[in-house]
Nanobody
């Protein structure tokens, strides 16, 4: 059974920082591209960041410079460090795992962790 369990969300003041964690089980973690997406109230889900098996990272333009994604393969965990948080960063943040071996694709999502940026 595949599980992605996010943690680290909460209430933070504007300008503050949070580090989200996502612990994976049931998959060969090191073979998956890992990522974070978010969904703000009333908005579509958007990709925040991804990190490949080789450690290459990609960030949404609106967040680049304020977030850092990293992974710890021995711990089967992916992290999202978020700095200089803004109220518009308020959202539920989801961890996901993706693997493509043509013609097959595997994709798993966590349940999400809520981040609220407010004074």
């Amino acid at each position: 059974q595949v599980q992605l369990v996010e943690s680290g969300g909460g209430l933070v003041q504007p300008g503050g920082s949070l580090r989200l964690s996502c612990a994976a089980s049931g998959i060969s973690f090191s073979t998956y591209t890992m990522g974070w997406s978010r969904q703000a109230p009333g908005k579509q889900r958007e990709l925040v960041a991804t990190i490949t098996t080789g450690g290459s990272t990609n960030y949404a333009d609106s967040l680049e410079g304020r977030v850092t994604i990293s992974r710890d393969n021995p711990k089967n965990t992916v992290y999202l460090q978020m700095n200089s948080l803004k109220p518009e960063d308020t959202a539920v943040y989801y961890c996901h795992a993706n693997l493509r071996i043509w013609p097959n694709k595997w994709e798993y999502w966590g349940q999400g962790t809520r981040v609220t940026v407010s004074s």
